[in-house]
Each structure stands twice: as structure tokens, then as C-alpha cells.
């Protein structure tokens, strides 16, 4: 990876919420990439811009959706290849990521006690908040 991709995702990584940013380092997704590049047989220029491409997803920049063709027409490769790097990228990097900042959000959330009386109570009380308090 050159140095200026390096500065490029470092400071893109940094403008995230600080949640999806500890779910987008949960993974080494640059490793990842390495490793699938190196499975796909791709060369270091080939390897830069698939690192890039999962670097615009990450960053919302690109559909997750649009990463197949994507990489087919980035890295000039066939539209199989493409299918299985993507399908390899979406189990290797964004499931884990995704999963990792659902898991955060759920543990962080501040209403884990809620039953449905207190809905019913809100619903009844015409919007009254006090009716968690109980």
C-alpha cells in the first residue's frame, strides 16, 4: 500500500462516528484485501485500488451493492472474479463490521429494561415520560 493511500484512509476513517470507527478496526480489512489480491492474483496496482474500493464503501462514498462491478471495471478483471472478491470482502470484511457495530449499538443502548407496560403507559399517558421512571 502506497503512503499516500495510507494518509487517505486514515484521515477518511477519521471523520466517521466514532462507533463505526471502532467496528471498521475490529477487522484488519486492509489485510484482508492483501490476502484476497494475492488469492485473485492480482498485482500491487491491482491490490491499491481493491483496497480503495472497500475503502469507498466503508466510508459510504459507494453502494456496497455497486462493489461488484466496481471492481470489474477498476481492476480490469473478469466479472466471475469480481463476484467472488466481493463475495469474499463482504464475509471477510463487512459482515464482521457490521455485526461489530450492532453489537456496540445494542450494548450501548439505554433502555435494555423496557417492557411493554411502559409502552402501553406512554402510549395511554399521551406522551408523558414519566411513566418510565416507574
Keep these: 500500500m502506497t503512503e499516500q493511500l495510507q494518509k487517505i484512509i486514515h484521515d477518511e476513517l477519521a471523520n466517521l462516528p466514532e462507533k ?13 484485501c492483501n490476502s484476497i489480491g494475492l488469492k485473485y492474483l492480482l498485482t500491487d496496482d491491482g491490490i491499491n485500488k481493491l ?14 451493492d455497486d462493489l461488484k462491478l466496481n471492481i470489474e471495471n477498476h481492476l480490469e478483471i473478469l466479472k466471475k472474479d469480481s463476484e467472488n472478491i466481493a ?3 463482504v464475509k471477510q470484511v463487512f459482515n464482521p463490521i457490521n455485526n461489530k457495530i450492532k453489537e456496540d449499538v445494542k450494548n450501548n443502548l439505554s433502555y ?7 409502552t402501553i403507559n406512554f402510549i ?8 418510565f421512571l416507574e
Design 87 to 89: 463475495e469474499d470482502l
Design 20 to 32: 463505526v470507527q471502532k467496528g471498521i478496526n475490529s477487522v484488519d480489512w486492509v489485510e484482508i
Design 112 to 118: 435494555k429494561n423496557l417492557s411493554w407496560n411502559q
Design 124 to 131: 395511554v399517558s399521551g406522551g408523558d415520560y414519566t411513566v
Design 51 to 64: 483496497q480503495t474500493e472497500v475503502l469507498l464503501v466503508l466510508i459510504n462514498m459507494e453502494y456496497l
